[in-house]
């Protein structure tokens, strides 16, 4: 089992049922986290615009999911640990965000954690994915462009179209996580093959 399924199950088991509808989201957006973890493991310092739209198109496709799972978490849980849990007007420089990150997603898997600290963990991770695509966009996108490297409109739509395509896929069990990975790993290295 992959830390992903490890993670979800983790968190099904500990909701006694109150999030089996949204297994698909919660699976999505721990996934999205870990892309964005395996992402921050692997650039020390702020990384090219080419790298940085990979990462925010990644973040961006699973932002259906994180809203509808958000939305089957909160009711039932600790209003102050929810509350407590984001400081929105905190600023994040890249170091910070990327320890901060790191160190959570470490958490997750963790036994001692409790269902709604599991859960808050999470979605302070994804609240800090959001603040790295605000930070980056529009600029990174722009830079991207402007290198002359950066694929045409029509080419991100089909690549994003294809994005989430793989992950209805995964949603239904037509492809695995691993397929998933493979498949996502052959299309950054495609785009980015330094």
Same mark, same amino acid.
């Given at each position: 089992?992959?830390?992903?399924?490890?993670?979800?199950?983790?968190?099904?088991?500990? *909701?006694?049922?109150?999030?089996?509808?949204? @297994? !698909?989201? $919660?699976?999505?957006?721990?996934?999205? /986290?870990?892309?964005?973890? =395996?992402?921050?493991?692997?650039?020390?310092?702020?990384?090219?615009?080419?790298?940085?739209?990979?990462?925010?198109?990644?973040?961006?496709?699973?932002?259906?999911?994180?809203?509808?799972?958000?939305?089957?978490?909160?009711?039932?849980?600790?209003?102050?640990?929810?509350?407590?849990?984001?400081?929105?007007?905190? *600023?994040?420089?890249?170091?910070?965000?990327? @320890? !901060?990150? $790191?160190?959570?997603?470490?958490?997750? /898997?963790?036994?001692?954690? =409790?269902?709604?600290?599991?859960?808050?963990?999470?979605?302070?991770?994804?609240?800090?994915?959001?603040?790295?695509?605000?930070?980056?966009?529009?600029?990174?996108?722009?830079?991207?462009?402007?290198?002359?490297?950066?694929?045409?409109?029509?080419?991100?739509?089909?690549?994003?179209?294809?994005?989430?395509?793989?992950?209805?896929?995964?949603?239904?069990?037509?492809?695995?996580?691993?397929?998933?990975?493979?498949?996502?790993?052959?299309?950054?290295?495609?785009?980015?093959?330094?």
């Amino acid at each position: 089992m992959d830390l992903v399924e490890q993670i979800r199950d983790l968190i099904l088991n500990e *909701s006694e049922g109150d999030l089996a509808s949204s @297994k !698909e989201d $919660l699976h999505v957006t721990i996934r999205i /986290a870990r892309d964005f973890h =395996d992402y921050l493991k692997q650039y020390e310092e702020p990384p090219h615009p080419n790298d940085t739209c990979y990462m925010l198109g990644t973040i961006r496709s699973g932002i259906d999911s994180l809203f509808l799972l958000i939305r089957s978490c909160v009711y039932y849980d600790d209003e102050e640990k929810w509350g407590g849990a984001f400081n929105p007007l905190r *600023s994040w420089s890249y170091p910070e965000l990327r @320890k !901060e990150f $790191l160190a959570r997603f470490e958490m997750l /898997a963790s036994p001692q954690l =409790d269902r709604a600290d599991r859960l808050v963990s999470l979605f302070v991770l994804t609240h800090l994915e959001l603040v790295y695509l605000a930070q980056n966009f529009p600029q990174a996108v722009v830079a991207d462009v402007m290198s002359g490297k950066s694929e045409s409109p029509e080419q991100i739509r089909r690549d994003f179209d294809e994005t989430i395509s793989i992950l209805r896929g995964l949603r239904t069990k037509k492809i695995t996580d691993e397929e998933l990975s493979a498949l996502m790993e052959a299309r950054r290295k495609k785009r980015n093959p330094r």
